[in-house]
């Protein structure tokens, strides 16, 4: 038995290693840009993670073509865990030898964000670093966006992995669902979605006025929800009125449920229509635009200038994106209150964005109403009902579990920060923002401010809250339970 069991753990090694080999080919096209510009030390930066990565991948890779094993779910949250962590310091790689200054505390944190798609940065100039670096970066915000491990539980069957466990620990949202019988098939149409969306949102930006690298860095972070840029001001360096209408409609694209767009290939509208969490998505996003653009409209005086920058801003906000098109601090307060609000929804389920996610607070508020109603009528029997379906008793535990154990981490981060000499406004912002995998906020990361300015503890504490934030915690932490390891 103790025999066996570490032969298991030696094959998850192996396919873990098998694993971040998926990280160096995501480097190469960063790495051939870096050749054609003669860029000398970026070859060399993205080289050698690139070379000692496909080194130990490739033979592991061919080593487990012929083994048989199935995942548990103990298995999939470590495989899950410790790829997200080694690819954070995989990626930190070409920050570190870019020649551009950067300290390894910085180069994980921009590696950790870009993983993570929270969006945020420790640079001050963006534009004063490589254009590999810069493609490298955003390259690293779209895979993170739909998951490194959900596209390699598209390989799994050469390897002869039962991939489920992987999708069912790495996929954001309360219930994860297969859409067709083999996962495999599941993460290529998931991921054929997802490129197709990125493919259209390319073409848009390049009709918008991007140059081609622009375009091509800023589609990969907006389908992401990850909302860097290449440029310094974001995309508020465009001026475009067409560049932000675009991107309002995507970032709202890329925080929708994914399964989604697989009903709607299947001609199934009414699955979309009867989406109970597609609807309030897009409600709260209706009303907060409502409500921002109306505070908006003695300050820009034009109503459509007042609802581009409202609609936009929101959108960003909501679905974890973080772009910054204007300087919202300045706004009234009620926009402001609106947007800071917004910090605590997300997007939806199987989606790329971060944050609590719309289902969970769907699946509050119709158990708050259930509790009222059952205080007038005690011998009632009430459920939740999702999408014109009565939900199971245990996803509302699932829920209440998963919101206390955010709202501790945000607490506790909050705690560490102020402890570190941060004002306490800006502390609770960062943690928010942090955990959300928002990237911006209020105060000390309002959108003319960084990360810079924390201290080296506290940015690791954040890369690796923000970890956690798009693992959806329970993945993390479940690994210290002693359980987990006496199983």
């Known amino acids: ?86 690819a954070s310091f995989l990626g930190a790689v070409p920050f570190y030898l870019s020649g551009s200054g950067i300290s390894f505390t910085d180069s994980l944190f921009e590696s ?25 970066r955003s390259a690293a915000h779209w895979f993170g966006g739909m998951g490194i491990v959900l596209i390699s539980v598209a390989l799994m069957p050469l390897l ?33 979605a997802y490129s197709v969306l990125t493919v259209l949102l390319f073409v848009l930006y390049l009709a918008g006025g991007m140059n081609w690298f622009d375009a091509l860095c800023h589609s990969f972070t907006t389908m992401a929800s990850g909302g860097v840029s290449t440029r310094n001001r974001g995309i508020a360096y465009f001026n475009s009125p067409f560049i932000d209408v675009v991107s309002t409609i995507f970032m709202l694209l890329a925080g929708l449920n994914f399964n989604l767009y697989y009903r709607l290939l299947q001609g199934k509208l009414r699955d979309f229509i009867d989406n109970t969490e597609a609807k309030a998505y897009l409600l709260i996003f209706l009303v907060s635009t409502a409500i921002i653009a109306l505070s908006l409209i003695p300050v820009y005086g034009a109503p459509g200038t007042a609802f581009r920058y409202a609609s936009c801003q929101a959108a960003s906000i909501l679905s974890t994106t973080g772009a910054a098109i204007v300087n919202y601090e300045n706004w009234p307060g009620i926009a402001r209150m609106v947007l800071f609000g917004l910090m605590f929804v997300g ?24 509790e009222l109603r059952r205080t007038v009528y005690p011998r ?14 245990d996803v509302v535990y699932g829920v209440a579990g998963f919101v206390f154990l955010y709202f501790t981490v945000i607490m506790i981060v909050t705690f560490l920060t102020a402890a570190s000499g941060v004002d306490v406004f800006s ?40 970890i956690a934030g798009r693992l959806e915690m329970w993945t993390v932490f479940v690994l210290f339970r002693p359980e987990y390891w006496r199983r």
């Open 1 to 86: 038995m103790k025999q066996n069991r570490l032969t298991k753990h030696f094959i998850l090694l192996r396919l873990l290693a098998a694993l971040l080999g998926i990280v160096a080919v995501i480097m190469i096209p960063a790495l051939v840009m870096a050749a054609a510009g003669g860029e000398t030390a970026m070859i060399r930066a993205l080289a050698l993670p690139v070379l000692i990565t496909a080194a130990a991948a490739v033979p592991c890779f061919l080593s487990l073509r012929n083994k048989k094993l199935n995942l548990n779910a103990g298995d999939g949250y470590f495989l899950v865990f410790a790829t997200w962590v080694l």
């Open 112 to 136: 950790a964000c870009a993983f993570a798609t929270t969006g945020g940065t420790t640079i001050g100039n963006i534009e004063a670093l490589p254009r590999s670096l810069l493609l490298w």
């Open 160 to 192: 002869g992995v039962g991939g489920f466990q992987l999708i069912k620990a790495e996929a954001p949202g309360p219930e994860k669902e297969k859409i067709t019988p083999k996962v495999a098939v599941t993460a290529k149409l998931l991921w054929l």
């Open 347 to 370: 997007g939806c389920s199987s989606s790329t964005a971060g944050g609590i996610k719309v289902i969970r607070h769907v699946v509050l508020w119709k158990q708050m109403d259930n």
């Open 380 to 393: 009632g029997v009430f459920s939740v009902q999702l999408n014109r379906r009565v939900g199971r008793k």
């Open 427 to 466: 502390s609770f912002s960062a943690a928010l923002s942090i955990t959300g995998n928002v990237g911006i906020g209020f105060g000390a990361i309002g959108p003319l401010h960084n990360y810079g300015g924390f201290t080296d503890p506290i940015k690791w504490l954040f890369s690796c809250t923000m």
